[in-house]
């Protein structure tokens, strides 16, 4: 069994309010991006457990410790599944915001599900994700979605994008979760991201916001210089997805990338 898991964006992130747990109550529209994929490769083994290996971009991090992994040990702990042999091929930058190592756990879960015929709803495939985190549920469904409390309540939204062109831009800059949340005071804004993705995509420039763009562009000027370049590019509208560090910009037409930015991972496509 082979699966191609989507990444994603964030159009808006507010951060409200501080939760009991350490964790953040938030609200956030994610939107899938398809054409930037993992590639996942997942084969019934006559071993016991999960025999993980990955090419690609570097993993950097002990197999046992991949969210592929933690998928596998959660379907077999919770349903006795047999042995697999997994390879993940990585092309989703880490560090970026672009949930690759979320979709691949999801993926996990998804492909299992089908291998073993576990007959499992979509409900309590999300409700597995949720245990290995926040961005998981998303990736269950990978359909645009309002993402509230910690990122794992989702709400589908009416949104198309399709037929837009987007480009995203990585930089070899390294943000962690927990760097991004200590430079943000949260607050409950005025109008929240749903509210304003009903909207058209030329009224976001201004009113669409990420709250970690604030303290990480003082940080990582690069960041905001890409987030410009974009827009001299003609974008209509440009953010950092999540905590960072990659940056996009959704275009009415086809771009031309500059230059100055094709030292960074650049990925060029059309949403669908």
Same mark, same amino acid.
């Given at each position: ?19 009991e ?8 529209v994610?939107?899938p ?22 090419s ?5 991090c002990q ?6 992994v ?19 091929h ?8 672009l ?6 756990a999801?993926?996990?879960?998804n ?8 007959h499992?709803y979509?409900?309590?495939?999300? &409700? #597995?994700a ?5 961005? $998981?549920?998303?990736f %269950?469904?990978?359909?645009? +979605?309002? *993402?509230? =409390?910690r990122g794992?309540?989702l709400?589908?939204?009416?949104? &198309? #994008? ?6 995203i $831009?990585?930089?070899? %800059?390294?943000v962690?979760? +927990?760097? *991004?949340? =200590? ?13 304003i993705v ?5 009224c976001?420039r ?8 604030? =303290?990480l562009?003082v940080?990582?000027p ?10 001299e590019?003609?974008a209509?509208?440009?953010s ?11 275009f ?13 991972f ?5 949403l669908?």
């Open positions: 069994m082979i699966t191609f898991p989507a990444s994603k964006i964030n159009l808006g992130l507010s951060i409200l309010n501080r939760r747990d350490n964790y953040h109550n938030i609200q956030t994610m939107y991006v398809e054409g930037l994929t993992d590639v996942i490769e997942i084969l019934k083994s006559d071993d016991s457990g999960c025999q993980f290996s990955s690609g971009l570097i993993v950097d197999p046992h410790k991949n969210l592929c933690k998928a596998y040990e959660l379907m077999r702990t919770r349903y006795g599944l047999g042995g697999v042999k997994m390879h993940l990585k092309k989703v930058p880490f560090g970026a915001g949930g690759g190592g979320s979709a691949d999801a993926a996990v879960l492909g299992l599900n089908d291998l073993f015929e576990l499992l979509a409900e309590n495939l999300r &409700s #597995l949720a245990e290995l985190g926040s961005d $998981i549920p998303f %269950i469904d990978s359909q645009s +979605a309002v *993402a509230s =409390s794992e309540v709400q589908p939204v009416g949104l &198309s #994008l399709a037929g837009v062109n987007i480009v $831009i990585k930089p070899d %800059i390294f962690s979760t +927990a760097e *991004a949340y =200590s430079g943000v005071i949260p607050y409950v804004p005025q109008i929240f991201p749903s509210d009903s909207q058209p995509i030329d976001w201004d009113r669409l916001v990420n709250d970690f763009e604030e =303290s562009f940080k990582f690069l960041l905001r210089e890409i987030k410009e370049q974009l827009y590019m003609g209509i509208y440009a950092m997805s999540g905590s960072g560090s990659a940056m996009f910009g959704l009415s037409d086809d771009v031309s990338i500059p230059d100055c930015l094709k030292n960074h650049i990925y060029s496509g059309v669908g």
